[in-house]
């Protein structure tokens, strides 16, 4: 697939996977790990792929080669769904130089037993990569989402290179009913959204370039109007609310605490407001970190469990602050049949998140819905839709 006249995409599409990283759920639309190829007077390859797809890949390039050989690898990123064929690679082209970062090459020794010495060019912030016509300018992007990845910009063609930066679940050889920002965010907040600062440390860098063209390595090549995506990107590793909503995630065993979440969303939304609601034993959680992003008021419902909280919840809330959860409006309701303190629990363990605001209003369900939690209700209702 060409990208531009002299850039050619030579990535895989994985149909086979169920949970990347080892957790979320791609089951139903797959991944892609995109690899590129820049064909200019020198030849370079930035990327290789998931070892299941390493013989695909290697053919997908000899196809673009016609008959060149590849002058360089450019290792943006060592995670093993990017870096798996780097050996094979250097197997089949052992004239070719590998380029990447100081810390990549102490990976590539842990992963393959070497560095590539005598065959290997260290590049850091403001290297230049000249291969001709096309000349790559390497940008830095310290954990974005490891600590070795860097960026890489082709002034010749206006294109980034942005390792993980953009990415998105899914294979390319479907089209994603959802759209790029759906299964973007999951992405986002899953893997890139703990390291918000470092991310806006590299759109800053960004800023000062030509941008027409977006390369990730995971998802679609991005090329028609950037300004969206920079701009979404701004937004979620700022922590400012994408949307105006409400997230209700609820932990509940018997129903009660169920039924109390789902009126409270019938509550909200009679008063207007958007809701998404959950059920942390049974939908995917990282949907549920993902909408607690996207919109600025979250409503946490668990029963009290043991003198605590439901597992679910205790997960839900320790991924939250794991990814640096912040700048939201949160409302506690807990159930309990002889002494409910799940709302007590749940704010102890919330304590650890900055700029967090709580409703004054809660609701304490003791056993099953009655007069008085509904009039409850009504009131966090209103409180949250004022
Ligand atoms: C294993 C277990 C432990 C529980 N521990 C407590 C407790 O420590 N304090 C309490 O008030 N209720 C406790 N409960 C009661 C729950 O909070 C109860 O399920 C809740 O009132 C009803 O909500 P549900 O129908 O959504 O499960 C416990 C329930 C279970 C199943």
């Not at 509550?267 to 600025?296: P, T």
Request: net charge negative; charged share 25%.
């Amino acid at each position: 697939m060409e990208i531009t006249e002299d850039i050619r995409y030579i990535g895989v599409n994985d149909h086979d996977i169920d949970l990347f990283e080892g957790q979320y759920d791609v089951s139903e639309n797959g991944m892609s790990y995109n690899s590129y190829v820049i064909l200019s007077d020198k030849v370079a390859v930035a990327d290789t792929v998931d070892a299941h797809f390493v013989d695909e890949w290697l053919g997908n390039l000899e196809a673009v080669l016609d008959g060149r050989t590849p002058d360089y690898l450019i290792v943006h990123h060592m995670e093993p769904d990017h870096s798996a064929g780097i050996a094979a690679f250097m197997e089949r082209y052992p004239e070719a130089q590998v380029v990447s970062s100081a810390m990549a090459f102490k990976m590539m020794k842990n992963y393959f037993g070497t560095d590539f010495a005598g065959c290997s060019v260290v590049v850091k912030e403001g290297s230049e990569l000249d291969l001709g016509a096309h000349k790559l300018a390497f940008v830095a992007a310290p954990n974005v989402h490891w600590p070795e990845v860097m960026f890489s910009y082709d002034a010749h063609d206006k294109v980034l290179f942005s390792a993980d930066g953009f990415g998105k679940f899914g294979a390319n050889d479907i089209e994603d009913p959802e759209g790029w920002s759906c299964e973007a965010r999951r992405y986002y907040f899953g893997i890139v959204g703990k390291f918000g600062k470092n991310v806006q440390a590299v759109l800053k860098k960004a800023a000062g370039l030509d941008i027409q063209v977006i390369c990730p390595l995971h998802g679609p090549v991005l090329k028609e109007n950037l300004g969206y995506y920079l701009e979404t990107y701004n937004t979620w590793s700022s922590y400012q609310p994408e949307d105006r909503g409400v997230t209700i995630a609820y932990a509940s065993v018997y129903g009660h605490m169920k039924q109390t979440a789902e009126e409270l969303a019938a509550a909200l939304e009679e008063r207007g407001q958007k809701v998404s609601l959950f059920d942390l034993a049974r939908d995917d959680m990282a949907e549920a970190v993902e909408d607690a992003f996207r919109y600025d008021r979250l409503v946490l419902c668990s029963i009290t469990y043991a003198t605590g909280i439901f597992p679910f919840m205790s997960t839900f809330i320790h991924t939250l602050a794991e990814h640096n959860y912040q700048n939201r409006t949160i409302a506690l309701v807990e159930g309990g049949s002889w002494m409910p303190m799940a709302a007590k629990v749940m704010k102890k363990q919330l304590a650890e998140l900055s700029d967090i605001t709580f409703t004054q209003a809660g609701v304490t369900v003791l056993g099953a819905l009655d007069d008085d939690s509904r009039a409850q209700i009504a009131t966090l209702a209103d409180e949250l839709s004022a």
